[in-house]
């Protein structure tokens, strides 16, 4: 249950600190006076996506901030994604034009995982929820949650899955048959793919060595000519030994000096030895090289050829061969996907008829619970049914359903959303509502004008519904009716402030006498004495109904 919420800059609200009860909440006031609001923001805060458009004008954010009572569903699902709680479980939220904070027990989290948190835990009423039970495939959703069907609706959803798969494999298989002329230039291609037997990063190697080559071709030319410079007629060597036979004098310091010119000759000698090793070490094959230009060559024109790089010639390789193959054992292959498509068929089949059978006792539950539920709504007439038709395969199985009533002696029974009148239908689905309670244990129901278009005796065994329900669930209602607000366990009166620039709401909890004078001015537009011992006489009944629950 939701203890207590705090809202800031949000739509019309300023801002507005809550405490709610654990049984009946009922909201009051005008229409326009924001009761709606408070339960879009219950609504964001158990996962709804948001958007700017609830920032209050002038205002550069909105702040929601709720703390809800843990039980043992929440603390696995927060076990599940690893955030720490303690005895309570709070959610945050900020909406801005910048960024969007989502924090659970002050850690960050994704819209997903605050959906998760609170999936199958609350329950909010709406119009747009109304139109939510119309469509047949909720009402098949509506029949997997009661008896949770999860499970076997993924193994329905994994062999469904398995079945389509082959049935298309078949499908192109079969429409892929492939012209003689198509095959003999397939083959074609393949043994000049083939030929070619491409590396995954051959050309980068090649143009890497040739890259090199060029690199040795110029530091051979220049070594080359060094040693020409040196070795030569008219060389360096040459023009040394020259010098040393002229210094060749019978003088000691000539002498001296003339030794020490020989050794420099002995030793640069011994380095342009060194220089031809390097020389003689380089390897400057003309075949070596002939043959990488000319397999770069080929590479770039099959490249072009075939529009493709060799990563993709190497797979297209593969293709080829599994194309050819496909051709020669096509037959074999097309019995082999018959055979398997059988087999996936008959389990499909099976698990999805299981399915079906647990959906049809969960409707038959479901329809016993409905007309239980439907008692004292002031609807003698009414039947329910879930009507069964069955369909082609889909990953939800093979079942169409439909809930059909009847709320007139005589009359067929006709789908939901063709029947009934508003205020039968506003009946209807507040019995359907307390049943899917029940049968699915929900911590938070929120009923936003659930009541419409009901008066008089039904009105107040809406309120007493409201009311059974409140005994398994906290409930939040808006409502107009002063049958159904007797009821509240508190009653909280919603109003606005035109001031000079802008309309603001506010909230407050009524005490009895308050609340007498606020059910007489709904009942009747008047809080005269005879508007106000009715209301207290109301108040009376409704807690004499109460203290029977108890």
């Known amino acids: 249950m939701i203890n207590s919420i705090y809202i800031k800059n949000f739509v019309i609200i300023d801002e507005l600190r809550l405490e709610l009860t654990e049984g009946l909440n009922i909201f009051i006031g005008e229409t326009g006076a924001g009761k709606s609001i408070i339960m879009n923001a219950i609504d964001l805060l158990s996962g709804k996506r948001g958007d700017t458009s609830f920032i209050q004008k002038g205002k550069d954010k909105a702040i929601l901030e709720a703390s809800f009572t843990l039980d043992e569903r929440y603390r696995q699902r927060l076990e599940e994604y690893e955030i720490d709680y303690d005895d309570e479980l709070i959610v945050y939220r ?6 969007n904070v989502i924090r659970i027990n002050n850690q960050s989290v994704t819209l997903n995982i605050l959906k998760a948190i609170f999936n199958d835990a609350i329950d909010i009423h709406s119009q747009n929820d109304t139109q939510y039970l119309f469509k047949p495939k909720n009402q098949l959703a509506i029949l997997d949650r009661i008896k949770d069907h999860k499970e076997l609706l993924k193994e329905v959803r994994k062999l469904y899955e398995i079945k389509s798969t082959l049935e298309k494999k078949y499908d192109d298989l079969k429409a892929r048959e492939d012209s003689k002329d198509d095959l003999e230039y397939y083959e074609y291609q393949l043994k000049e793919l083939e030929e070619a037997d491409f590396k995954e990063k051959e050309e980068e190697e090649l143009e890497n060595f040739l890259r090199r080559y060029r690199s040795l071709e110029k530091i051979f030319s220049h070594l080359n000519r060094a040693i020409e ?3 030569s007629p008219e060389g360096i060597s040459e023009k040394i030994y020259e010098l040393i036979k002229e210094l060749d004098l019978d003088d000691e310091e000539v002498a001296k000096i003339n030794a020490k010119i020989n050794d420099n000759y002995a030793f640069l000698d011994e380095n342009i030895k060194d220089l031809k090793k390097i020389v003689a070490s380089l390897d400057l094959s003309p075949n070596a090289i002939n043959e990488a230009n000319e397999r770069l060559s080929l590479i770039k024109r099959l490249k072009r050829k075939y529009h493709r790089d060799i990563k993709e010639m190497i797979d297209y390789i593969d293709e080829l061969r599994q194309r050819l193959d496909e051709n020669k054992h096509r037959g074999e292959r097309l019995i082999e996907l018959e055979t398997k498509i059988a087999n996936a068929r008959e389990e499909y089949l099976s698990k999805a008829k299981e399915l079906s059978l647990k959906r049809k006792e969960s409707a038959k539950d479901l329809e016993m619970e409905v007309l239980r539920s439907i008692e004292g709504l002031e609807l003698k007439y009414f039947d329910f049914k879930v009507d069964f038709k069955e369909v082609p395969a889909s990953a939800f199985g093979i079942d169409e359903v439909n809930f059909m009533i009847c709320t007139n ?6 789908p939901l959303n ?10 209807i689905l507040l019995a359907i509502k307390a049943v899917l309670n029940d049968l699915m244990k929900l911590d938070l129901v929120i009923f936003d004008e659930i009541d419409t278009g009901v008066s008089g005796k039904a009105a107040l065994a809406m309120g007493e519904k409201m009311l059974r329900i409140a005994n398994n669930s906290q409930v939040l209602a808006i409502t107009h009716l002063a049958q159904v607000a007797a009821f509240g366990d508190e009653v909280y009166f919603v109003y606005k402030d035109d001031e000079k620039e802008k309309t603001t709401s506010h909230i407050k909890a009524l005490e009895k006498d308050d609340i007498a004078k606020e059910l007489a001015l709904m009942a009747t ?9 009715s209301a207290y006489d109301l108040l009376n009944k409704a807690k004499e109904i109460k203290d029977a629950y108890k």
Do not use: F, I, V
């Open 418 to 427: 063709k029947s009934a009148s508003g205020g039968e239908m506003s009946r």
């Open 229 to 231: 410079l040196y070795e």
């Open 525 to 533: 537009g008047s809080q005269n004495d005879n508007a106000l011992n």
């Open 409 to 414: 002696k005589g009359q067929d029974m006709t």
């Open 94 to 99: 900020l909406l801005s034009p910048n960024k």
